[in-house]
C-alpha cells in the first residue's frame, strides 16, 4: 500500500519528551564498553532525530503550500521558536560522539565528516545565544510571508510575484515595462520594511556571532555552511576569475540580446525577452510536463524511472503557483518515509521545465543515498548539493524535445546563456553578504549603496530605466537567500562550474558521465565538496584554469549558434 503525502501523518513533537528520550539513550552511550555498543545507541538517537525532522519538514512543506493555513503557519512558528531548544538538546548527542573514547572506531563506521559536521555545529550554538536564533528565525519567516503576501493588480487580475514572470517574456515591449512597474510598486511600499528586516537580520547576526566569540558573522557563517575544505580567500579568487573570465562574456551575450531583439540598449525589463519570435516556453500544461517528466526519467535510465515513478506515486510534487502559495522552488527529503519532495511555481515559462529538472535532482540523489543511516547525510552541503540539480539540467537536453517541440534549439541556446550569466550574479550576491557582514554598522541605505558599487563591478550591462527602487540598490530584495541563508549563494556558482564539466563529458561520453553522476549522487553528504568533487572525476572550481578551460568551451558553443536564426 502506497502512503501518499497528503496522508504523512503529522504531530507536533513534545519538546519535554524528546529531550528526556535523547538523555536517557546518551546515558546509554556513555555508559557503552564498546564501539559497537555505542553503534547502537546512535542507531536509535538517529531514529529520533529523523521523526523530529519530518515534523519540522511537514510542517514547512504544507504552510509553504498554503501560507493562509493558519494551523501549519502555528505549527511554523512552533518550530522557530524551539529550533534552538532542539539544537541544543541535538548537540549534546554532538558532544558525545565527538568526544566518545572509541571516536577513532565510530569514525571507521559514520565517516569522518559526520564528525566534522558535529564539531561544526557545536561551534555554531551556545545557550547564550538561544534568544537571538529564535529572533533571527522569525524575522526570517517575516520576510517570507511578506512576499508572499503580494497581491498585485495587473492585467485585470490579482497576482502573486511568482505570477509575473509570464509578463516579463512578453514580446510587447510595454507590458514588460508595465509588469516591471507594478512589481516595483509593491517593492517600494515595503522596501522600508524589506530594509529593516534586514537590518535587524544582520545586527542579530553579528551579535550571535560576537557572542559566540567571532569576530564577525562572516567567520560564523561559513563554519555555519559548513565549509570543511575551502576557505574565503579561496572563494575571494574564484569571484576574482568570474569577474575576469566571464563578465565580458556575459556583457558580449547581453549586446547579442538587444540585437537579438531588435534594441539599442537593453533595459533590466528587456533581459527576460529572448528571442523576438518569442521565448521558448513548454508546450502544453502542468499535466503534459509532469508526463513528459515520466517518459525523460523513464529513457534517461533505470534509477530515475524507479524514482520519478516513486515520486509521483505519492503525490510527492506540488508544483502550480496558486494564492497564498510562498515562491520560488525547493527540494526536500521527509526522513520517516524517505521520501523526497519538490515544491515549485509552474507559470508557463521555459523555468517550468527547469525547475523539474533542476530539483529532480536534488530529489533523485536523496533518492539514491535513502540507503545512508547517518540523517547528516541525506543531502551533502550546499554547495555540493547543488550540483546534482545542476548537472541533472544538462543531463536531460537530451530530452528536451518532448518539451519544446520546435523551440527546443532556443530553449537551449537561452538555458546555456543563462548557465554562464549567472555566475557574475552569483558572486555579486556573495560579496554583497561580506561586505554587509564585515560593516555591519551600515545603514540600510550604505548597504544598497554598496550593491550598486558591486552590480557596477559584476554586471555593467544592466540599465534600470530609472525604475525605482530598483535605481536605488534595491534589486537584492527579492533574493530570499540573503534573507534567510545567508552565504548560500556563492553555491550554485561552484556547483555551476562542476554541472558545465559533466555538461562537456556527456557530449563526449554520455554514459561514461552518467555513471560518475550516479556514483556522486550515491555517496549523498558522506564527503566534503570538494572530495565529491574528486570522486565524480571533475576539476574543483579553486584549482587554477577549470573555470576557464569550462567557460571557453562554452563560449564556444554559444558562438556555433545564430541566435538571430532562433
Known amino acids: 500500500m502506497v502512503t501518499k503525502f497528503e ?32 553503534v547502537t545507541v546512535i542507531d536509535k538517537l538517529n531514529v529520533e532525530f529523523d521523526h523530529l525532522d519530518t515534523m519540522a519538514n511537514l510542517a514547512s512543506i504544507r504552510s509553504s503550500i498554503d501560507t493562509r493555513d493558519k494551523f501549519y503557519d502555528e505549527e511554523r512558528n512552533f518550530f522557530d521558536e524551539n529550533d534552538p531548544s532542539f539544537t541544543e538538546i541535538t548537540n549534546r548527542y554532538r558532544k558525545a560522539i565527538t568526544t566518545s573514547k572509541f571516536r577513532d572506531e565510530l569514525e571507521a563506521r559514520f565517516g ?50 511568482s505570477e ?22 509593491f517593492m517600494g511600499d515595503n522596501l522600508e520594511k524589506i530594509d529593516n ?52 562574456i556575459v556583457t558580449e551575450l547581453k549586446k547579442r540580446q538587444a540585437d537579438r531583439i531588435g534594441l539599442d540598449s537593453l533595459k533590466s525589463y528587456d533581459g527576460n525577452f ?25 529513457e534517461l535510465s533505470p534509477e530515475t524511472d524507479e524514482f520519478y515513478t516513486f515520486m509521483t506515486e505519492r503525490n ?34 521555459q523555468g517550468d521545465v527547469e525547475v523539474l529538472t ?47 517541440k520546435e523551440d527546443t534549439d532556443k530553449f537551449k541556446f537561452s538555458h546555456m546563456a543563462d548557465s554562464i550569466s549567472f555566475l557574475p550574479y552569483g558572486v555579486a550576491v556573495d560579496e554583497f553578504q561580506h561586505v554587509v557582514y564585515e560593516n555591519p554598522e551600515l545603514t540600510p541605505e550604505q548597504r544598497r549603496q554598496e550593491w550598486k558599487k558591486i552590480e557596477a563591478k559584476y554586471l555593467p550591462h544592466i540599465d534600470y530605466d530609472g525604475i525605482e527602487p530598483l535605481e536605488s540598490g534595491a534589486f537584492w530584495h527579492r533574493q530570499g537567500h540573503i534573507f534567510g541563508a545567508p552565504f548560500y549563494y556563492i553555491d550554485y556558482t561552484l556547483a555551476q562550474v562542476c554541472a558545465l564539466q559533466f555538461w562537456k563529458r556527456a557530449k563526449e561520453d554520455f554514459d561514461g558521465a552518467w555513471a560518475d553522476y ?49
Not at 575544505?229 to 569577474?243: G, I, P, S
Open 274 to 298: 529572448e528571442f523576438i519570435t518569442g521565448n521558448a516556453a513548454p508546450k502544453g500544461k502542468t499535466k503534459d510536463i509532469m508526463q513528459n517528466g515520466a517518459q525523460m526519467y523513464k
Open 7 to 38: 496522508d504523512f501523518k503529522y504531530e507536533r513533537p513534545d519538546l519535554e519528551q524528546f529531550e528526556e528520550t535523547v538523555d536517557s539513550l546518551l546515558k546509554e552511550f556513555h555508559a557503552a564498553d564498546s564501539a559497537d555498543a555505542q
Open 164 to 185: 509575473f514572470t509570464p509578463y516579463t517574456q512578453n514580446p510587447d515591449r510595454t507590458v514588460r515595462k508595465d509588469a516591471t512597474l507594478a512589481v516595483q510598486s
Open 112 to 161: 569522518e565528516q559526520l564528525f566534522k559536521l558535529s564539531d561544526n555545529a557545536l561551534k555554531t550554538f551556545d545557550p547564550s545565544v538561544k534568544t537571538l536564533l529564535q529572533k533571527e528565525n522569525k524575522l526570517a519567516t517575516q520576510y517570507d510571508k511578506l512576499l508572499a503576501s503580494a497581491e498585485i493588480e495587473f492585467d485585470g487580475k490579482k497576482l502573486n510575484l
Open 316 to 349: 510527492l510534487f506540488d508544483v502550480e503557483a496558486k494564492k497564498g502559495k510562498e515562491g520560488g522552488g525547493y527540494c526536500t527529503m521527509i526522513a520517516d518515509y524517505k521520501a523526497p519532495f519538490i515544491f515549485s511555481n509552474f507559470n508557463g515559462t
Open 518 to 566: 550516479l556514483a556522486l549522487c550515491k555517496v549523498g553528504g558522506s564527503l566534503p565538496f570538494n572530495s565529491l568533487v574528486e570522486l565524480a572525476k571533475l576539476k574543483s572550481p579553486f584549482e587554477e584554469g577549470s573555470l576557464e578551460t569550462v567557460i571557453d568551451e562554452v563560449h564556444a558553443y554559444l558562438n556555433s549558434i545564430d541566435d538571430k536564426k532562433l
Open 197 to 248: 528586516i534586514y537590518d535587524e537580520l544582520v545586527k542579530t547576526r553579528n551579535e550571535i556571532a560576537v557572542t559566540l566569540g567571532y569576530k564577525d558573522f562572516v567567520e560564523l557563517g561559513y563554519i555555519r555552511m559548513n565549509r570543511i575544505d575551502y576557505d574565503r580567500k579561496m572563494v575571494e579568487k574564484f569571484r576574482k576569475q568570474v569577474e575576469e573570465y566571464v563578465v565580458p
Open 358 to 404: 533542476h530539483e529532480a535532482g536534488h530529489a533523485f540523489q536523496t533518492y539514491m543515498s535513502r540507503h545512508l543511516t547517518v540523517p547528516e547525510y541525506a543531502f551533502p552541503t550546499l554547495e555540493s548539493a547543488e550540483i546534482h540539480s545542476m548537472s541533472m539540467e544538462f543531463f536531460t537536453y537530451p530530452w528536451m524535445e518532448l518539451f519544446f
